[in-house]
T-cell receptor, first 119, second 108 residues
């Protein structure tokens, strides 16, 4: 099956610094990538949707200047958390969608997630 | 927007069968997913239904009724490792929205 990787898997940073998270589709071209955030014991909350080569679409309440998303190629999207604060500590998960599998089904595959802790 | 409902928690016995229901309201329905998520890990894809009916995949089956806005995930021959959260997610024309998940506990 299709594989999506994320790097790093865990990161601890100091308040006020910026952190970049990479999401890669390894064996398919991801026309669309999604970034989710998940707080403990809660479901995934969509932050933004990005299509290759165009600006990301952010969900209501998500600050686009704080969560910078770049989708420069069909296999790579990055999320940069700028000026991170403790309340940004969360589990960030990317998901990639493209033409994968037999029959051309547009399945959505998740990366393993990045656990961000801001101290 | 979309509205997705699924039970918060369920408990079932090892070796038994459990059915997790999901109801949804959406405009422009374009498919329903089921994911399994173990604590601290990202979701794992289980199934995708876009047409009415039952899709069977090993011990797991997923059913969809578009007219009723209803789906269920059926887990047979439960194993302890099946203890996890099960997320129902609905796709419309633009995005996938997740339900809050059903935490399944399998007991001996």
């Amino acid at each position: 099956g299709a594989v999506v990787s994320q790097h790093p898997s865990r990161v601890i940073c100091k308040s006020g610094t910026s952190v970049k998270i990479e999401c890669r589709s390894l064996d398919f071209q991801a026309t669309t990538m999604f970034w989710y955030r998940q707080f403990p014991k809660q479901s995934l909350m969509l932050m933004a949707t990005s299509n290759e080569g165009s600006k990301a679409t952010y969900e209501q309440g998500v600050e686009k200047d704080k969560f910078l998303i770049n989708h420069a190629s069909l296999t790579l999207s990055t999320l940069t958390v700028t000026s991170a604060h403790p309340e940004d500590s969360s589990f960030y998960i990317c998901s990639a969608r493209g033409l994968a599998g037999e029959g051309g089904s547009y399945e959505q595959y998740f990366g393993p997630g990045t656990r961000l802790t801001v101290t | 927007g979309q509205n997705i409902d699924q039970p918060t928690e369920m408990t079932a016995t090892e070796g038994a069968i459990v059915q997790i229901n999901c109801t949804y309201q959406t405009s422009g329905f374009n498919g329903l997913f089921w994911y399994q998520q173990h604590a601290g890990e990202a979701p794992t894809f289980l199934s995708y239904n876009v047409l009415d009916g039952l899709e069977e995949k090993g011990r797991f089956s997923s059913f969809l009724s578009r007219s009723k806005g209803y789906s269920y995930l059926l887990l047979k021959e439960l194993q302890m490792k099946d203890s996890a959260s099960y997320l129902c997610a609905v796709r419309d024309r633009k995005e996938v929205t997740f339900g809050t998940g059903t935490k399944l506990q399998v007991i001996p």
